[in-house]
Each structure stands twice: as structure tokens, then as C-alpha cells.
């Protein structure tokens, strides 16, 4: 089983739509959970950082924390074309990151 | 404001040949830098990460090195390609210590391929 889980996808929503993005984990230490946005040919870029359980909103994003199950979300309310990209996951116990392979969301108009 | 730069952006190479990618960061002191290989539909791999000058792990067994001649420079080299080399490689930087040590900037990415 690898330490971080994520469904590669493509998921395709239309504008307007209610987008959730998910990944488990089975790594109890890990405490710091991140989710990065990556443009086709481009690096990542952080999006959302969060520590231990909970939610954390920012805009239309909004990131949810569940460590009892081992699961966090990343929500976008009023998708738009331009959020069309790869959605990483990631998250420590210790410095370094532990990466998910990345969910592709296609925004159609 | 910190900035991170790399190159070059993309390369091809023939099979054999060696591979030199540069990073830079600057508007910061003391970053821990990372290079990390991303292949279609496998991920971010961690290569190599540094805490300090002359200061280098690696975190997969391969035909590729890094250096880091100076705090705020990275480098990424291979002495002989090999086609499994290619792949789309990201160096990162992040602070030292506290709660945002995870929180890694990227740069645009190396996009090379071995023929």
C-alpha cells in the first residue's frame, strides 16, 4: 500500500459545479497537509496548507482534514475553466513531503 | 519577495550524453533545496534534498548526481543519460524549521528527453 492515495482521474465537471478532490494516507505521523495546483507544463504552486483535523477556507477552496479516517478533501465551489489542472496532494510527519500522483480536473464551460 | 529559477526549460539529449540542470533561489538565506523527477501519471519522486552548502541526499539509487557549490544554488548533473532519465524534473526550495518547512516552492520545471 503507498503512503498517500489519490485517484489520477480525469475528472471533468461543468462551470459552476462543486468540485471534490480527495486522498487517503495510511502514515499516522503525518501532521502538515498541503494541496498544490499544477498547470499542464508548469511546477506545482501551493494552494492550501493545513495542520492536523480540521477545515481551512480560502476564497472557493476550501481544505478538510479527517486524521480519525485518514482522509483529507480539497473543495472548489463555483469551478471555473480555469481551474482546469493536476491537483497534488501532500503531507508530512517529518520535513519532507510525501507526494500523491495527482487528480487532473478538466472545467468545461 | 523569494524567486526561483531553473533551467533550462527543456532539452533533448542523446542517450549517453551528460545532463546539467541549474536551479537558483533567491530572496532567502539557508533554504533547503530538493529535486524531484515527475513522470506521466507516477507522481512527484524525490531525488535529492540539502539542507546546506556540500550538504546532499539522495533518495533514489541512480545514474544521476546533485551539488550544491553555493546556499542558494542547486545542481542536477548525470555523467552518462540513460533513457529512463527522461522526465519532466522540478527543483524546490523551503525554509528551515517550524510548521512551514513542508511548504515547498517550485520551480517551472526541466522538461528533458533521452533519445
Known amino acids: 500500500q503507498k503512503e498517500v492515495e489519490q485517484d489520477p482521474g480525469p475528472l471533468s465537471v461543468p462551470e459552476g459545479a462543486i468540485v471534490s478532490l480527495n486522498c487517503t494516507y495510511s502514515?499516522?505521523?503525518?501532521?502538515?497537509f498541503m494541496w498544490y495546483r499544477q498547470y499542464s507544463r508548469k511546477g506545482p504552486e501551493l494552494l492550501m496548507y493545513?495542520?492536523?483535523?480540521g477545515n481551512k477556507e480560502d476564497g472557493r477552496f476550501t481544505a478538510q482534514v479527517d486524521k480519525s479516517s485518514k482522509y483529507i478533501s480539497l473543495f472548489i465551489r463555483d469551478s471555473q475553466p480555469s481551474d482546469s489542472a493536476t491537483y497534488l496532494c501532500?503531507?508530512?510527519?517529518?520535513?519532507?513531503?510525501?507526494f500523491g500522483r495527482g487528480t487532473s480536473l478538466i472545467v468545461h464551460p | 519577495s523569494q524567486t526561483i529559477h531553473q533551467w533550462p526549460a527543456t532539452l533533448v539529449q542523446p542517450v549517453g550524453s551528460p545532463l546539467s540542470l541549474e536551479c537558483t533561489v533567491e530572496?532567502?538565506?539557508?533554504?533547503?533545496l530538493y529535486w524531484y523527477r515527475q513522470a506521466a501519471g507516477r507522481g512527484l519522486q524525490l531525488l535529492f534534498y540539502?539542507?546546506?552548502?556540500?550538504?546532499i541526499s539522495s533518495e533514489v539509487p541512480q545514474n544521476l548526481s546533485a551539488s550544491r557549490p553555493q546556499d542558494r544554488q542547486f545542481i542536477l548533473s548525470s555523467k552518462k543519460l540513460l533513457l529512463s532519465d527522461s522526465g519532466f524534473y522540478l527543483c524546490?526550495?523551503?525554509?528551515?524549521?517550524?510548521?512551514?518547512?513542508?511548504?515547498?516552492?517550485f520551480g517551472e520545471g526541466s522538461r528533458l528527453t533521452v533519445l
Open positions: 540539502s539542507v546546506g552548502i556540500g550538504q
Open positions: 524546490a526550495w523551503s525554509v528551515v524549521g517550524g510548521p512551514s518547512t513542508g511548504e515547498l516552492f
Open positions: 530572496g532567502t538565506s539557508n533554504p533547503n
Open positions: 502514515n499516522s505521523a503525518f501532521q502538515y
Open positions: 493545513t495542520y492536523s483535523s
Open positions: 501532500a503531507m508530512r510527519g517529518s520535513y519532507i513531503p510525501t
